[in-house]
């Protein structure tokens, strides 16, 4: 799909009310097959569980150097800053494998390694489509304490919002309005244009500069690895760099 028609453009923005803005970006989604085979501009895919905790392969290097350089959004990060391990996840939230990462396997690698002092783990947004592109500015909307628990949330309902046979602006206002915004709120956040423009520059960096082309997608410690992990296969490949 091309990146005109994934993302909501200062040129839909202005062709006509905010609503209408809206409507174009949600029609947009609407017209994927479903989110699990959304596709990007660079042709990337979201990726399948591994299914086993056998660690998976690295499928390219990076400069781990200029991956920790923060982009055009305040990072999420959680854990040391100079913590020996440092995973970098790029993830869209309409898509389903990310969720399953996120409810089965992260709670337990941040009780494990994040809290302990021995991963840094930094989160970074990769729509896939106009809807994850909302969802993710309505969580940079909200107070930076409440990121990570809005995205918990978004992850966990996903099915309520993310599905292309549901009205996804009138799921997402209402989920909103549990993190406490209104629907004001709500239309002046997803018509932010700089918001949408910020979001679109992280994806765009992590493909160009890192050759992200899937999620989740985990950069770590120089190793690109694409795919889902169970908690054992990521807790083995944590320990292997200790």
């Excluded at 989604?29 to 990337?44: E, H, P, V, Y």
């Excluded at 302990?116 to 592109?133: L, N, Q, W």
């Excluded at 909307?141 to 099915?159: G, R, S, W």
Aim: aromatic fraction near 8%; glycine fraction near 6%; charged fraction near 20%.
């Amino acid at each position: 799909m091309p990146m005109s028609d994934m993302f909501l453009t200062k040129r839909h923005l202005l062709g006509g009310s905010a609503v209408a803005a809206l409507s174009v970006a949600f029609s947009a989604f609407a017209d994927t097959a479903s989110a699990a085979n959304a596709s990007t501009a660079a042709g990337g895919q979201e990726t399948t569980s591994s299914g086993d905790d056998a660690v998976p392969p690295a499928d390219g290097d990076v400069n781990m150097s200029e991956v920790l350089k923060p982009g055009a959004l305040p990072e999420i990060a959680l854990g040391k800053e100079d913590a020996p391990v440092k995973i970098v996840e790029y993830m869209s939230l309409t898509c389903p494998h990310c969720a399953h990462f996120a409810v089965t396997t992260f709670d337990a690698i941040k009780q494990k390694y994040i809290d302990t002092g021995k991963v840094r783990f930094i989160i970074r947004e990769f729509p896939f489509d106009p809807r994850a592109a909302a969802a993710f500015m309505l969580a940079r909307c909200a107070p930076q304490e409440q990121y990570m628990p809005m995205v918990e949330m978004l992850f966990k309902q996903q099915i309520a919002w993310a599905s292309p046979d549901v009205d996804g602006r009138s799921a997402l206002l209402q989920m909103s309005k549990l993190a406490g915004f209104t629907e004001d709120s709500f239309t002046k956040c997803l018509t932010n244009q700089k918001l949408l423009d910020d979001v679109n520059s992280v994806r765009e960096r992590a493909a160009k500069d890192f050759g992200v082309n899937a999620t989740p997608t985990f950069l770590i410690n120089g190793k690109r690895y694409a795919g889902d992990m169970s908690v054992g296969a990521m807790s083995k490949l944590i320990d292997g760099l200790l």
